[in-house]
């Protein structure tokens, strides 16, 4: 990403872009992993980043990130859902997690058009989805997670479903580039895509969670009129005017990943002023560093928690970069629903615009915290 003076609404410039990048590299380890604040690394988190890197045109980190990904597969296909400094402190693994890293492949790939890191990370991808899928359900869902002693988990989320839905599109699209076509797994997405838009009684209910909300729009198994719709359907439940959204429906706290998250449904589905406006909401959460502080508890007026997150700048660049078309992994998020895109050159140029888990815990807010805790990717 050059820098540049250009604004993104009202709110940034490139190179306050650029700035909140950089925040992410100044956390990374030398071993590629961009770890919590806590420590901890999950695969899902960990590829926001590495996209929010290579967004930003920061190609060097953002290949260390890829290589950590390769390097620290397991060989069942997955990634331990926590590890810390190289240990693993959490041996069980989340479907969306093993997914999301052909969102992150594939994205490289569009901003870059390097074929050969795409070819690269085709292994990686190919094991990551094919374990996935292996926690699918025969009417199409896939079940959250395997525990620590290998068995599967009792119900599937739907927002870490919509996410799994805009990772096989990506995957398809990888299977293509590396002439290993995957037709069962585009049946995969379809089947997923359907169960997502209309089936809620597939997943279990986490409706107080912002994710559940508009997931389905991001992961791109709702467009058009349906999308706006179910955006429209909870958006007094969820957004705070001047704010952002609420983490939480019940809880007096806006978290800046959500809010972002929410402005690229936005963009996605051609709501492109609200997408704007809600962009611009939170922006008070910005740090002099670039970074962002989580999220913001209202009622104490207060930062919760207390810290600046990686992943939360990241998200706060795909945003900016959904809305700017500043590279050409722009419209990734916007192109969700059928996994097409148009690769770029490493110039900064997006293709389409040119011419678009602070995660709450999914069992709610833990003792003697008074809000939810954040966990990593969707719900």
């Not at 890829?66 to 060989?75: C, G, N």
């Not at 599937?156 to 996410?163: T, Y």
């Not at 699209?173 to 585009?186: H, Q, V």
Request: proline share 4%.
């Amino acid at each position: 990403m050059a820098e540049g003076q250009q604004t993104i609404g009202e709110a940034l410039e490139r190179v306050d872009v650029l700035a909140t990048g950089e925040s992410i590299a100044r956390v990374q380890d030398r071993s590629g992993a961009i770890a919590w604040p806590d420590g901890h690394v999950d695969a899902w988190d960990h590829v926001e980043c590495a996209m929010a890197l290579s967004a930003c045109g920061l190609r060097e980190p953002a290949r260390r990130a890829y290589r950590w990904l390769r390097e620290t597969q397991r060989a069942d296909g997955s990634w331990a859902r926590s590890v810390e400094s190289g240990r693993v402190t959490d041996p069980a693994a989340e479907s969306h997690h093993a997914a999301y890293v052909a969102v992150g492949a594939w994205h490289e790939y569009l901003v870059t058009g390097d074929e050969r890191h795409a070819l690269t990370m085709w292994p990686t991808v190919r094991r990551a989805v094919g374990w996935a899928l292996g926690l699918g359900t025969t009417r199409g869902e896939v079940l959250w997670e395997r525990d620590a002693a290998g068995l599967p988990g009792t119900y599937a989320l739907l927002s870490g479903c919509a996410s799994i839905h805009q990772s096989l599109r990506c995957a398809v699209a990888l299977a293509k580039l590396a002439d290993d076509p995957r037709p069962d797994w585009e049946l995969a997405a379809d089947q997923l895509g359907h169960l997502v838009a209309r089936h809620p009684e597939a997943f279990a209910d986490k409706g107080r969670f912002a994710m559940d909300w508009y997931y389905p729009v991001l992961g791109g198994a709702l467009r058009g009129p349906d999308a706006a719709r179910r955006l429209a359907s909870a958006w007094d439940t969820f957004v705070v005017p001047g704010l952002g959204i609420r983490c939480v429906s019940d809880q007096p706290w806006v978290t800046a990943a959500e809010t972002c998250e929410l402005v690229i449904a936005l963009d996605a589905c051609g709501m492109r002023a609200q997408a704007l406006e809600v962009f611009a909401s939170v922006q008070h959460l910005r740090h002099r560093d670039g970074s962002y502080w989580t999220g913001w508890q209202f009622a104490n007026q207060a930062p919760f928690p207390r810290e600046r997150s990686s992943w939360t700048a990241a998200a706060v660049v795909l945003a900016a970069d959904a809305l700017a078309g500043f590279s050409g992994g722009a419209g990734i998020f916007r192109d969700a629903a059928d996994g097409s895109g148009q690769a770029g050159d490493g110039s900064g140029q997006a293709g389409d615009r040119a011419a678009s888990e602070g995660r709450c815990a999914s069992d709610g807010c833990p003792d003697g915290r008074g809000s939810a805790d954040p966990v990593g990717g969707p719900l």
